[in-house]
């Protein structure tokens, strides 16, 4: 079974690797990738998907975890 990852993009989408299943509310799944790349900024014509729009809204998040 192949471990599933979450990473956060500074500034852009969480990305999810690793044989994940997404869902919409109604229990029903979407068509995805190896890789799903989910919107932060809100702004995305493909949500739940990023689309790149971050990069022109000039969206701004780094978080990271505590030591």
Request: glycine share 8%; charged share 25%; net charge negative.
């Amino acid at each position: 079974m192949a471990d599933t990852t979450i990473t956060i993009r500074d500034n852009g989408p969480y990305v999810i690797r690793g044989g994940a299943t997404l869902t919409d509310a109604d229990g029903k799944p979407y068509e995805t990738q190896d890789a799903i790349f989910l919107c932060r900024c809100g702004a995305s014509a493909k949500k739940p998907f990023c689309d790149g729009t971050h990069k022109t809204t000039e969206f701004q998040s780094a978080p990271r975890a505590e030591s």
